[in-house]
């Protein structure tokens, strides 16, 4: 039984053919589906220099997306600390924040999620590209909501208006950090499985009660298409298979349609590095689906799961989020 609440995760994704802005507009499709259907998050995540994925600017994104729903909380999964001036980061939430209050989350990541060389472009300093610096760079926005940092600088909006503060991770440093700060935690189980287990050991074994929170809050972000037979799935999520190998070999491009993924000639090791990525994810009919979600979260205990659905036509993206939330689970009901 599947009892936990249900969100979304979205990458904007770009299918051949197609451009950024049509991919954009699936993902407000997306949310506004999502949102009828009582889906109680949804979060876009910061990726750069990869064709297939529109969402760069997760602020600018999510200002849209508030403007087109209504009650759904919308956030980042999340923006990449390396990547910003945290300053910069505090007045964009908190003008999220202020505009659309009780909503927003801040999801925050500590990788730069691209290649280095983006990333110095994006950062145009090595300075805060490391890890060693982002605990240093997460006081410094947490205080810039608070107005506890020192010196005359005032984040405006900012200020007394902070979102809901989420640490990212698909390993234990970020989960540790999580737990002694009292803050929530999302961990990427969609691309780090392996390391699922010990992360939220780490994050339940270290947290402290916080002005956030009194027990620890774990989500778990898992892959998840949905079909009306566990052949449609498998074959609708070829392209994302296919997609996440090209950009691990260095040859990103935009998703291909699932007969190209279909008809890709896989060497032996390209096809092992495919059935290990989908280990412990959720791909299937109805019933494949809650069996999958339901034993994932037997594992990890999560608080929430969130479901990221990579495929080819937004009309099986809808149609995915529609069966987990229609028959797999029996209807949502999105917690307050």
Request: aromatic fraction near 6%; proline fraction near 7%; hydrophobic fraction near 40%.
């Amino acid at each position: 039984m599947i009892t936990v609440p249900l969100s979304v995760l979205d990458l904007a994704p770009v299918a051949k053919g197609t451009t950024a802005g049509q991919a954009l507009q699936a993902t407000t499709e997306l949310a506004r589906r999502t949102e009828e259907l009582g889906y109680h998050r949804f979060w876009v995540a910061e990726h750069h220099n990869m064709p297939a994925i529109a969402s760069s600017a997760p602020a600018v994104l999510l200002a849209h997306l508030a403007a087109n729903t209504s009650t759904i909380r919308l956030g980042s999964g999340g923006v990449m600390l390396p990547n910003h001036a945290p300053l910069v980061v505090a007045e964009q939430f908190g003008t999220l924040e202020a505009l659309h209050p009780g909503r927003i989350d801040l999801g925050i990541g500590r990788a730069p999620g691209t290649d280095q060389v983006t990333a110095l472009a994006l950062r145009r300093t090595m300075e805060g590209l490391s890890a060693e610096g982002f605990p240093r760079e997460l006081t410094d926005l947490m205080n810039y909501f608070s107005g506890e940092k020192p010196g005359q600088i005032i984040a405006t909006p900012g200020r007394g208006e902070q979102p809901a503060v989420w640490l990212l991770g698909s390993s234990g440093f970020s989960a540790q950090l999580a737990g002694l700060l009292g803050l929530p935690f999302s961990f990427a189980h969609h691309f780090s499985s392996q390391n699922t287990l010990p992360a939220l050991a780490l994050y339940r074994q270290n947290f402290r009660p916080s002005q956030w929170l009194d027990k620890p809050y774990a989500m778990v972000a898992v892959n998840a298409v949905c079909a009306e037979t566990d052949e449609r799935a498998e074959w609708l999520a070829g392209p994302s298979a296919l997609s996440f190998l090209k950009l691990r070999s260095g040859r990103p491009e935009p998703l291909s349609t699932p007969d190209e993924a279909a008809a890709y000639p896989y060497s032996e090791i390209e096809r092992e590095f495919v059935v290990a990525r989908r280990d412990g994810q959720a791909m299937g009919s109805p019933e494949t689906v809650r069996r999958q979600l339901s034993e994932l979260l037997e594992r990890t205990g999560a608080d929430e799961l969130m479901l990221t659905t990579l495929v080819y036509d937004v009309q099986d993206r809808v149609r995915s989020y529609e069966l987990i939330a229609e028959q797999v689970v029996g209807g949502l009901r999105r917690s307050a």
